[in-house]
């Protein structure tokens, strides 16, 4: 995987209107009678009437229980929302160790395969994959031993292609022209375990993406992506490392109307703004 790929409200009245509106009133002519004699007495609502309106608010009940009754498919498990506690941040601090710049030591649990696959997309999608010594340090870090040297040769051959360089204005050595600062950096937002055993996981890692060139007259500025990357782990020597990975677009959220940064201060952020271990 290269950077080249990256980078109802209802009806309302429905049953309230029984007995209610729409109702008139028949006032009844006054029988003759002795103007001296006993008033007539205003008739009192039909008890017949309140019995009846009663039993039609309970049919209308007794229909909507029966339409919430076993009849109703139960979602799919795959649908039910996870639970507040698997998608709230642990606050454990992933690790204490470094493998070069490149955070190491994680634990053999699934918080564990999630720090280290978050740490692993911040790498992999850093601009030190464009740089041939720094390439070759994250790739030894991050990869099993047995898959990382064909896995080098085979980003060595994408990063240093004259025409994708090119294409995302860079020279033939992956630097960036003077006056104007290579930006790639990737921002895990969350991740997600798959599968996982004591000596496998899958995990999947959200992010955004920063790449471009930042800087006064820049033809290819910073813009932002969206990708989940989807790790395969394998328990290494102490370690998690990275046995192959997969790539998708999305999911992307729907862009605020925000004044974009200039030039200079696009440069100023990304210089002044370190990164960060990530943890689940």
């Known amino acids: 995987m ?11 009245g429905g049953h309230g209107d029984v007995g209610g509106t729409g109702q008139t009133r028949t006032r009844l002519p006054d029988s003759p009678s ?9 008739p009192r609502a039909s008890r017949s009437l309140v019995t009846v309106v009663g039993v039609v608010v309970l049919l209308i009940a007794a229909i909507a229980f029966a339409n919430q009754s076993g009849d109703t498919p139960t979602p799919p498990s795959a649908d039910t929302p996870p639970s507040p506690a698997s998608t ?3 606050g454990t601090r992933p690790v204490d160790g470094k493998n070069g710049a490149i955070p190491a030591g994680f634990a053999q649990t699934e918080q ?8 692993f997309a911040v790498a992999l ?9 720094r390439r ?11 898959v990382a040297t064909a896995r080098q040769s085979n980003l060595d ?13 860079l020279d ?7 006056g104007l600062q290579f930006v790639s950096r990737t921002n895990p937002v969350g991740t997600k375990v798959e599968k996982f055993s004591t000596d496998a996981a899958t995990v999947s890692v959200w992010h955004s993406t920063l790449f471009g060139l930042a800087g006064e007259g820049s033809k290819n500025p910073v813009a932002e992506s969206w990708y989940t990357n989807t790790f395969e782990l394998r328990w290494t020597n102490g370690d998690w490392r990275v046995a192959d990975f997969t790539q998708k677009d999305g999911p992307a959220p729907v862009g605020r109307d925000q004044r974009a940064a200039s030039a200079e201060e696009m440069a100023a952020a990304v210089s002044q703004f370190g990164g960060l271990t990530y943890a689940r």
């Not at 999608?125 to 010594?133: A, K, L, P």
């Not at 033939?172 to 003077?178: D, F, Y």
């Open 2 to 12: 290269s950077n080249e790929d990256q980078y109802g409200g209802g009806a309302g």
């Open 34 to 42: 002795d103007p001296y004699g006993t008033p007539r007495r205003t």
């Open 88 to 90: 709230a941040a642990t």
């Open 112 to 119: 564990g395969a999630q720090s280290a696959a978050a740490n």
């Open 125 to 133: 999608g850093s601009d030190g994959m464009f740089d041939s010594v």
């Open 136 to 146: 070759k340090a994250i790739v030894q870090a991050v990869y099993a031993p047995d």
């Open 157 to 169: 051959s994408v990063y240093t292609d004259a025409q994708f360089l090119a294409r995302i204005g």
């Open 172 to 178: 033939s050595a992956g630097k960036a022209p003077k």
